[in-house]
């Protein structure tokens, strides 16, 4: 839903640092959402900015002071997970006279920074590899799959139907349909939920779905003044007519024109909102450093520990094999403190260090009814069960996507928060994140901007993205999709969980939940 402009949280720069609309008096919203934070939530807390020096001195602020215990974010928190082997005795999601949708395997190529061992591919060389990947982990046969949907957002030019063209590059017959779609960072979970949709409705038995992102090579156009004389020029009969044509050519048209970083709607950098979302949940600079330590020393572990069992070897073709994410990065506070601003500067609290990165990579699904994947003799690895997507204020709601679509998807399963077991969230940026947690656990958000009667919650920190998350094992936009609810599957699998649940924020306002189900072992 919409916030009304009036109860927009909306903070400007100022000389002095980062002040509050005064449209909105002490931010009576906030106010109201403190209130309803359990006892202990604003203990021990160190002001770190003059943004959170002007709100302590506010009236009352410290009814309305949002925050997160700093120790309750820290690496060396003991994460804890019941006994592999050791499922939950919970009832299933299955419906009468709905087919059963199930994950039989999923894979990506290593996540890695953009710009290093990818550069020189094309998008659909990375789907073609995640294709490839997938087919020889599951021993699929390739007549057999129906249809294949692949997500992404900055399109190359040259292959617009990435999905398509990969296929045809992986072996698929040419008699297999192929689509791509994109909805920012939710476009794989689009793909993978069309591709339940096809099963569910009976049009197809066996889908992959997959996700793939290059921001090492982005399309940069010539300006439009340019565009337009180029072709009006192919278009002149005469010499006289392209000399006349040249006659208007300026230095300026020469400039080029970058792929879109800011909102459409909105103008604003999605960094620029997560800042500002940050400041109105009072998410402080070393909350979100901690988080992002939190994040890398995580993946670290899994990484280390072989549990990121989705990752497949890639031949970089004249280059060496890539074995691994290479954005994994645990520092410490001190290093990441020394950061600036990268989006609100000099006062903002979003830094690189607790942002994720322009990543490349791409990942791939075989999903299928679950008649047919018994019947090929597969042993899936989940089932897919219910999902939602949102849509809220992309201007001060942009990030808020989990809040929104959390309590939803538990209502339509039947579930509440304490069945969950495995939480996997996108981490876009660390502030996000944290401004989720406490949208979620405000009875006044939810009750003002929700229309809910009450709070869906927090999720228990150690439940939640315990193999570490985009911020350390990157986001290729297009493809993360596949990797949250494989890291969902896969901890379920290892933990001894029953149920997990994904969700994302994404551009535009929008988001995505959807809850998986573990397969009987």
Known sequence: MSVPHTKRILFQAHSHGCWLDTSVPHCESLHKAAQDMPAGFFQNFRMTTILTYTLKNLPNASKWTLRLPVRSLSCSSQLRAAPA??????KTLAKPNVRNIVVVDGVRTPFLLSGTSYK????????????TGLLNQTSVPKDIVDYIIFGTVIQEVKTSNVAREAALGAGFSDKTPAHTVTMACISANQAMTTGVGLIASGQCDVIVAGGVELMSDVPIRHSRKM????????????????????????????????????????????GHSADRLAAAFAVSRLEQDEYALRSHSLAKKAQDEGLLSDVIA???????????????RPSSLEQMAKLKPAFIKPYGTVTAANSSFLTDGASA?????????????????????????????????????????????????????????????????????????????????AQNYMGRKTKVGLPPLEKFNNWGGSLSLGHPFG??????????????????GQYGLVAACAAGGQGHAMIVEAYPK
Not at 120 to 131: I, N, Q, T, V
């Open 365 to 445: 699904m075989l999903i299928m009814a679950e008649e047919k994947a018994l019947a090929l003799g597969y042993k899936p690895k989940a089932y897919l069960r219910d999902f939602v997507y949102v849509s809220q204020d992309p201007k001060d709601q942009l990030l808020l996507g989990p809040t929104y679509a959390t309590p939803k998807v538990l209502e339509k399963a039947g579930l509440t928060m304490n069945d969950i077991d495995a939480f996997e969230f996108h981490e876009a940026f660390s502030g996000q994140i944290l401004a989720n947690f406490k949208a979620m656990d405000s009875d006044w958000f």
């Open 479 to 496: 493809a993360t999709g596949c990797r949250l609810v494989m890291a969902a599957a896969n901890r379920l699998r290892k933990e001894g």
């Open 120 to 131: 020189d591919l094309m998008p659909h060389d990375l789907a073609r590899a995640a294709l």
């Open 227 to 270: 565009r337009k004389m180029m072709l009006d020029l192919n278009k002149a009969k005469t010499l006289g007519q392209r000399l006349s044509l040249l006659s208007k050519f300026r230095l300026n048209f020469l400039s080029p024109e970058l792929p879109a970083v800011a909102e459409f709607s909105t103008s604003e950098t999605m």
């Open 85 to 90: 082997g050791q499922t939950k005795s919970k």
């Open 314 to 328: 890639f031949k970089v073709p004249g280059k060496d094999t890539v074995t691994k994410d290479n954005g994994i």
